[in-house]
């Protein structure tokens, strides 16, 4: 039984994921060939996730189970790395290198900055916070 609450947990955090994926997709959708949506979502996942983490749980209090829906349900079905492999594929097949070449830098790139600055500001928002509990 306490399988199937996770699974249903990851299954609503997935529902809400993809729908938000969906949405950006058309909100950014371009004529250039580009994969905006792609890259806004998997850009931003990489900066809430680790921020979700190590904030969120901390200072909420946030049980496993709803850090398991929000990362791996919600986070987990916004972001996508098969439709970045896709995108790729369909800008190398494409021949349009420097978009490719863009695209590829941009992500990994920008995904691991991403990443480090949701640690940072994690830890700086937590800082804050533990400054303010200290004047009380």
Avoid at 8 to 19: D, M, R, T
Avoid at 26 to 43: E, I, W
Avoid at 105 to 116: M, P, S
Wanted: glycine share 10%.
């Amino acid at each position: 039984m306490q399988k199937l609450k996770t699974f249903l947990i990851i299954f609503i955090g997935a529902f809400i994921g993809s729908n938000l994926r969906y949405g950006e997709s058309l909100l950014f959708k371009t004529s250039s060939g580009f994969p905006y949506g792609t890259l806004v979502a998997n850009l931003s996942g990489a900066l809430i996730l680790p921020f979700l983490i190590h904030y969120l749980q901390d200072r909420f209090h946030l049980s496993s189970k709803m850090i398991l829906a929000l990362s791996t349900g919600l986070l987990g079905s916004y972001t996508t790395f098969s439709t970045f492999t896709a995108d790729t594929y369909r800008l190398y097949q494409s021949g349009s290198w420097i978009m490719l070449i863009t695209y590829l830098t941009i992500t990994i790139v920008g995904g691991f900055i991403c990443a480090l600055l949701g640690n940072y500001l994690a830890a700086s928002r937590a800082f804050v916070d533990y400054a303010e509990r200290g004047k009380d």
